[in-house]
């Protein structure tokens, strides 16, 4: 699998952005899809997942501003982001693993996730 990241930046905070992940080379089609993000000397932290049946679990940091959601006849992962704080600011991970969704929300999850996107700035001033 194949995770390619696009859409951060920098905003001002209050502003928008929408980041996307284009997905390749799918052979199992049960992944859990989402996002984390890491600022610098933290750690690595789940932000929105997307199970296999369409469901979706945000940290509470993201719940009621952040929105994910998944473009089928593209196979693009998209991550909605606004209300944007400085606290927002983070290198954003595109990530998939094959059901467990879990992994974005347990300590250490992200030790056991299978694939990774390059990740893309995000920086709100």
């Known amino acids: 699998v194949q995770l390619v990241e696009s859409g951060g930046g920098s905003v001002q905070a209050g502003g928008s952005l929408r980041l996307s992940c284009a997905a390749s080379g799918y052979t199992y089609n049960r992944y859990c899809m989402g996002w984390f993000r890491q600022a610098p000397g933290k750690e690595r932290e789940g932000v929105a997942a997307?199970?296999?049946?369409?469901?979706?679990r945000y940290a509470d940091s993201a719940k009621g501003r952040f929105a994910i959601s998944k473009d089928n006849p593209k196979n693009t992962l998209i991550l909605q982001m606004s209300s944007l704080k400085p606290e927002d600011t983070a290198m954003y991970y595109c990530?998939?693993?094959?059901?467990?969704?879990?992994?974005?929300?347990?300590?250490?999850?992200?030790?056991?996730?299978?694939?990774w996107g390059q990740g893309t700035q995000v920086t709100v001033s």
């Open positions: 997307l199970d296999a049946d369409g469901r979706t």
């Open positions: 990530a998939a693993t094959p059901d467990h969704c879990e992994l974005f929300w347990v300590p250490g999850g992200p030790n056991h996730v299978t694939h």
